[in-house]
């Protein structure tokens, strides 16, 4: 009786052993368990911002909630190289004005500063939209209502640039440009920068605004001309090129005050530099020019048949590189950032 009440006790003991020996290894288990989920958490936390980093957004890094941390999760694939959303030709006309209000309306992806890219995919180029500007109010209302929905549908990660010239000197439009050039750097990385005139709107959105391996003259059939280019050098309206081709011409004169001139010393100092002129068939480059009479302040430019015959020796010491102006202020708003500049002054021995 001992004997057996003394081999029970022995073997309680052993089962209370094993019992405890289960109970610490379930709790190291769980320990270990609960310390892995912790690290995956840390993990995917690290992954978005990473993969953030790779898809950098102006906007949005400086805005990052937890609701941008969930959309991000799932990186997002380049844009195709043509838009699925392209419908091409366009009716085009001016009959009715156009309401700025009911333009921000229509266009509520906009960022402040008439800024855009896609949501479901990572555009191809970043694109500055630079449109030399002065009291053309009008015009401009027609230009971002139309404009702002194809270059949606264009899929490009653009801004648009409104560069104002100051005072009542005669108009600079290539000065005009190198600004805006500039200063949309100064905000954004972008890589292709688009110089258009107030007034030309598209009229099939395949023109795709944005940059090509050679400079891209994008107006290349306009209303005003026929539906045909004016001659075969032609690089006013509307054209595109990439920070790269820019800079290897430096920049655009500064030096054409008043109308016209300033378009062929472009294409002169391209040409110089061994570049070609890329353009979208006439169907696809069909444009409208929004009638209007010339503007007070852009009188023809006499001098400038003298500047053209000069351009090769001009262009290394007239361009970005000595570009020089004062912005008097910034306007943001939901369709456009409107910069004013004082571009100077038309020097007097300019005048002869
Ligand atoms: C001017 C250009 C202008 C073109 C078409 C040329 O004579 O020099 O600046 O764009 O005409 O109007």
Redesign the pocket.
Known sequence: MRDSTGNFSVLHRACKLVVLLCFFHISVTFIFYVRSLDFRFAFAKHDQTASKDTVPDAFETNHFSVDNVTTITKELGKCPDTSPLLVGPLRIEFSNPVSLDVVRKENPNLKNGGRFKPKDCVALQKVAIIIPFRNRDEHLKFWLYYLHPILQRQQLDYGVYVINQDGDEVFNRAKLLNVGFSEALKEYEYGCFVFSDVDLIPMDDRNTYRCFSQPRHLSVSMDKFGFRL?YNQ?F?GVSSMSKEQFLKINGFPNNYWG??????DIFNRLNSKGMTISRPSGAVGKCRMIRHNRDGGNEDNPQ?FDRIAHTKETMNKDGIKTLSYKVVKVEKDQLYTKITVDVGEKMARQTN
């Open positions: 004016p032609y006013g109308w016209g001139g300033e378009d062929d400038r």
